[in-house]
T-cell receptor, first 114, second 113 residues
């Protein structure tokens, strides 16, 4: 079983739709939960991160974590064509020597159509 | 230059070649990372350096050899690679202690022929 499972898509939605992206994980030791966005030919960029169960909102984006179910979600409201990208969930463990170890899902490719 | 830069952006090498990938961060961070991104697979952590010391080696084959001469520079030395090593190699940096955001470079697209 993979430590992090994510549906690779592709997911195609019309402009203005609400998008729901999800990941499940198996390692209960993960401490932080992140969503990265990666455009074609670019490195991933951090969208949001959360530590505890619950919701965190930032503009059109809402991240949700349910530690009891080992399930995280990202919701995008009023989706725009510029949101078309690959969305990667990631889970973090802090390393005792410094830095932190991220474990990623495979990424979900999203296309928002006009 | 700002953020995290990587050179070269594209590299084609034969299986008997030796080459190096370079990463430089301009963010004042003290932790640096190498990741491998293959098609249809998750981003895989390869190495972590904190204050120029290697703190994590994620069971990477010895044909990949990292080097961190200072907190701003990270290299990945490659030798006798296999075609399955063809991938996008991403460098990232962050502050060291505790949880901090990792900032990624644009990656080096490596093709092994």
């Amino acid at each position: 079983q993979k430590e992090v499972e994510q549906d690779p898509g592709p997911l195609s939605v019309p402009e203005g739709a609400i998008v729901s992206l999800n990941c499940t994980y198996s390692n209960s030791a993960f401490q932080y939960f992140m969503w990265y966005r990666q455009y074609s030919r670019k490195g991933p960029e951090l969208l949001m991160y959360t530590y505890s169960s619950g919701n965190k909102e930032d503009g059109r984006f809402t991240a949700q974590v349910d530690k009891s179910s080992k399930y995280i979600s990202l919701f995008i409201r009023d989706s725009q064509p510029s949101d078309s990208a690959t969305y990667l969930c990631a889970m973090s463990l802090i390393l005792t020597g410094g830095g932190n170890k991220l474990t990623f899902g495979t990424g979900t490719q999203l296309k928002v159509e006009l | 230059e700002t953020g995290v830069t990587q050179t070269p952006r594209h590299l084609v090498m034969g299986m008997t070649n030796k080459k190096s990938l370079k990463c430089e961060q301009h963010l004042g961070h003290n932790a640096m990372y190498w990741y491998k991104q293959s098609a249809k697979k998750p981003l895989e952590l390869m190495f972590v350096y904190s204050l120029e010391e290697r703190v994590e080696n994620n069971s990477v084959p010895s044909r990949f050899s990292p080097e961190c001469p200072n907190s701003s520079h990270l290299f990945l030395h490659l030798h006798t690679l296999q075609p399955e090593d063809s991938a996008l190699y991403l460098c990232a940096s962050s502050q060291g202690e505790g949880f901090y955001e990792q900032y990624f470079g644009p990656g080096t697209r490596l093709t092994v022929t």
